[in-house]
């Protein structure tokens, strides 16, 4: 069971300082919140903002993290074009330093996007 006030709280921590915290961090807060179901759009707002930028800069150690946070973004039924299509351009600059889970996670979150 979710604690409503707790949860809110730790979405609006998360989007007033987004910047501090490393990209398994960001990962782990978004799948915490779409695995029990509480939804914030700001949280998922400020996290696909933050997770473009920063796959402009991401090598291949940051593959996973990336795919953590498209995997929630995806089962959160989230659409955010500009994240995927950053996730998109790394997974593609990285060639096969990406795994096949990874590229499957992206193909997933860009199909149900085109879909929707």
């Given at each position: 069971r979710s604690h409503a006030p707790?949860?809110?709280a730790v979405a609006a921590f998360t989007c007033e300082r987004i910047?501090?915290?490393d990209m398994q961090c960001i990962g782990n807060i978004l799948w915490s919140f779409a695995?029990?179901?509480v939804f914030s759009?700001?949280?998922f707002c400020s996290v696909c903002r933050e997770m473009t930028v920063r796959c402009d800069s991401?090598?291949?150690e940051a593959a996973l993290n990336v795919s953590q946070v498209l995997s929630a973004v995806h089962a959160a039924r989230f659409d955010d074009g500009p994240f995927l299509d950053a996730a998109?351009?790394?997974y593609l600059s990285l060639g096969s330093?990406?795994?096949g889970r990874e590229l499957?996670?992206?193909g997933n979150a860009m199909l149900s996007s085109q879909c929707a």
């Open positions: 707790w949860l809110a910047g501090e915290f695995n029990i179901g759009e700001p949280l991401a090598g291949s998109a351009k790394l330093a990406v795994g499957l996670i992206l």
